[in-house]
């Protein structure tokens, strides 16, 4: 009698240490995906892009002009989940540099890439402040450089030499430009980058051939020139525009640049979020709220 109680305990605890298991692997399958996503948040007049690899690599690009960020991550990343690996500002500009300097006071960041090039305004000198107090790896953007991920890559396009330490009045020429490849898919990231800039890019003869391509200056007739469309061939044209802004973003003259070619726009469309398995892209329109 004895026995059978002992051999039915050791049953009953082998049965739970496989069921264990087996609820583990079920949590082990949900953290991982074959997905790529892409974020593009409605956060105003700004850009805010967020990033999640399939193995829950999380990428930051710019903050948008307000802490509306911060709900935006709060919706996309679990609660329990305080850290970004990677935030890059593309240029030390209010609608872009505003909602990190926020990020960087609330969530723990791994890496910041940026330009260095420097401004004159007190919410620069905080930029400064924040990234120092951060304890991240702080790293000057310059074209070549490569970001490594598990299973996919961000190359730097721009700016060609680091501008680390040069003073900018209006800093949108200084934009970093990135693109990043997830098999075959691939996404063109310009920040507020100007005619001029994507001039030299054609000029020096870099592949920016790609898939997505994210408008720079939110729209504005100073980029996305004709020639440069035609060189990034793009399926999609992700335009980050504020609804009613006082530029009167996005221009015309860049409509007509990428017409024939699908464009979102988050002013139209709220949060846009793209998916990419590595060969198929999917674009799902995410009303969060009422714009
Ligand atoms: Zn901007």
Redesign the pocket.
Known sequence: MRKNIKNFILGALTFLFFLNILAWSAVFNLSQSKFLEVNFFYIGQ??SIFIETPNKEQILIDGGPDSTILEKLGKEMPFWDRSIDLVILTHP?H??MAGLIEVLKRYKVDNILWTGVVRDTAEYREWLEVIENEGAEIKIARAGQRITLLNSNIDIFYPFESLEGQESKNSNNTSIVARLVFGENSFLFTG?AIKSVERKLIKAEINIDSDILKAG??GSKTSSAKEFIEAVSPEIVVISVGKDNKFDHPHQETLDNVSGIKVLRTDLMGDIKIISDGIQLNYLQIFRQVL
């Open positions: 700004g850009d500009e609608d872009h507020d200056h939110h």
